[in-house]
């Protein structure tokens, strides 16, 4: 079954101690994101990755690190997490056809919360 | 800079009305793409349509329709006879090109309540 997966799904931590949140999705797609969802303002794109080794910043990168070392994983790490970044997070794929991307498909999200 | 606007934060039809969600966007591109997603109370986001920027005809699917006028950079969404199962969020989103990357921006959401 195509999908993609986030884990875990739901995460309470401390400040500062750091995590990470897996995605991985089973498409062979090139083109990866990270999102968070906070009410009133809809989702934010966070970090997102055209093809392996190649990431760039969204529109709220702060607090957040990605990496993309296999096509099939874009893991979110917060280094030192603080409650502001209390959230619900979902990772995304789609195709990239042409240099423009095609629909995503996304994980069933992440509901973090940092006390 | 792109940007999706749903002016409607929360809209309460009674089962069997239809109702009309708007999106405006802006973009400097002239070629993006256009989607709609559904996010039920289960929290998952539920992809509903997606267009580009050069196909500007009207899209029926089943209850759901959408409106496509690049005069005015809209986007909206209807649904006709409208259900409780339709009770959802549903949100705008804009993907075009950003100094040779891909930005996706999505609106705020308009969050629809059918009533039975």
């Known amino acids: 079954e195509a999908q993609v997966t986030q884990n875990p799904r739901y995460l309470i931590t401390v400040t500062g101690k750091k995590l990470t949140v897996t995605c991985s999705q089973n498409?062979?797609?090139?083109?990866m994101s990270w999102y968070r969802q906070d009410p009133g303002l809809g989702l934010r794109q966070i970090y997102y990755?055209?093809?392996?080794?190649?990431?760039d910043k969204g529109d709220v990168p702060e607090g957040y690190k990605v990496s993309r070392k296999e096509k099939r994983n874009f893991p979110l790490i917060l280094e030192s997490p603080s409650p502001n970044q209390t959230s619900l997070y979902f990772c995304?794929?789609?195709?990239?056809?042409?240099?423009?991307?095609?629909?995503?498909?996304f994980g069933p999200g992440t509901r973090l919360l940092v006390l | 800079a792109q940007k999706v606007t749903q002016a409607q934060t929360e809209i309460s039809v009674v089962e069997k009305e239809d109702v009309t969600l708007d999106c405006v966007y802006e973009?400097?591109?002239?070629?993006?793409?256009l989607f709609w997603y559904k996010q039920p109370p289960s929290g998952e986001l539920v992809f509903l349509i997606r267009?580009?920027?050069?196909?500007?005809q009207n899209e029926i699917s089943g209850r759901y329709s959408w409106n496509f006028q690049k005069s005015t950079s809209s986007f909206n969404f209807t649904i006709t006879a409208s259900q409780v199962v339709d009770s959802a969020v549903y949100f705008c989103?804009?993907?075009?090109?950003?100094?040779?990357?891909?930005?996706?921006?999505f609106g705020t959401g308009t969050k629809l309540q059918v009533i039975p």
């Open positions: 267009r580009n920027s050069f196909d500007e």
């Open positions: 989103a804009l993907s075009e090109r950003s100094g040779g990357y891909q930005k996706v921006t």
């Open positions: 498409m062979n797609h090139e083109y």
């Open positions: 973009t400097r591109d002239t070629t993006y793409y």
């Open positions: 990755s055209m093809n392996v080794e190649v990431t």
């Open positions: 995304a794929s789609s195709l990239k056809t042409g240099g423009y991307q095609e629909t995503q498909y």
